[in-house]
């Protein structure tokens, strides 16, 4: 799609009533856009598994980088081509600041600015489909298959209502306060996930991020001795990450990762969340 296309439709997409879910996201990502890294420390170093599966399923291909944020993914794999889209224009500055070679779009996860089978693979990482609605969630996945070439994967991630540790959110309906401001997640269950992604092939479903572990103590210890906090959290979180192969522990961590292919010969996705 040329520029001027991609333009009319951001115009478009400006005039257009937001879903309330998508105004909460847009203030608090707005508002932590150059504190990004260091809010969600303990989630960004909980995500070694999430990066091991990146890098084999997307290493050599181009990706589209759905919620992008600050494009912090380029540091993990080593993509052919990469188009990074977000809908929040503080994150996609500093996306541009952090990486000024990589191309960066605004848009709408559900009415993305490609022609179909544009991408050989595509990434939603930081459980940022949470940020949609169920139905929305749908429309994403018609769009992310819309888009993917036969033969392309996706790796998508979702919060995890089967995780122990998210039971506080659970049980307040998905609605949550981070940095002050209030906003309403839609996380999943592993079943949810697989029917949603009915008419992909189902690569890989599993649950990573064990960061309900406090990180404040580790910092001030590891301040008294000289070490790095940060080495020593993600050492941890591996450790954790081998709950996977327990099937009693498989689903605790607070994430859910999904690997799925847009097979060859498919003619159309059907998409079911409940």
């Given at each position: ?33 150059l504190r990004y890294d260091t809010v969600f420390e303990r989630a960004i170093l909980a995500e070694g598994r999430l990066t091991e599966v990146v890098q084999e399923n997307m290493s ?35 996306a541009r600041r952090r990486y000024p070679d990589a191309c960066f779009v605004q848009g709408d996860m559900t009415r993305l600015p490609f022609s179909d089978s544009s991408f050989e ?154």
């Amino acid at each position: 799609m040329g520029l001027r296309s991609r333009r009319r439709k951001g115009l478009m997409m400006a005039t257009m009533p937001q879903a309330k879910e998508t105004v909460q996201s847009e203030a608090l990502y707005a508002k932590v856009a150059l504190r990004y890294d260091t809010v969600f420390e303990r989630a960004i170093l909980a995500e070694g598994r999430l990066t091991e599966v990146v890098q084999e399923n997307m290493s050599g291909r181009g990706v589209l980088d759905l919620a992008c944020g600050n494009g912090r993914w380029l540091d993990r794999f080593r993509p052919a081509s990469y188009v990074g889209l977000d809908l929040n224009l503080a994150m996609l500055h500093e996306a541009r600041r952090r990486y000024p070679d990589a191309c960066f779009v605004q848009g709408d996860m559900t009415r993305l600015p490609f022609s179909d089978s544009s991408f050989e693979g595509v990434i939603s990482m930081f459980g940022a489909m949470g940020h949609l609605s169920p139905a929305r969630q749908e429309t994403m996945i018609r769009e992310v298959w819309r888009v993917l070439k036969p033969g392309g994967l996706a790796v998508l991630t979702n919060g995890n209502m089967w995780s122990p540790f998210n039971l506080p959110t659970t049980l307040t309906g998905g609605r949550v306060r981070i940095e002050g401001v209030r906003v309403h997640v839609h996380s999943t269950t592993p079943r949810r996930m697989a029917r949603l992604l009915a008419g992909f092939r189902l690569l890989r479903l599993e649950s990573y991020d064990y960061s309900y572990l406090p990180i404040l103590p580790l910092k001030f210890a590891a301040s008294l001795v000289g070490c790095d906090h940060q080495s020593i959290y993600v050492h941890w979180m591996h450790l954790f990450d081998h709950c996977r192969y327990i099937p009693t522990m498989r689903w605790f961590g607070k994430q859910l990762l999904v690997v799925c292919e847009k097979a060859h010969g498919a003619s159309r996705l059907e998409a079911r969340g409940d």
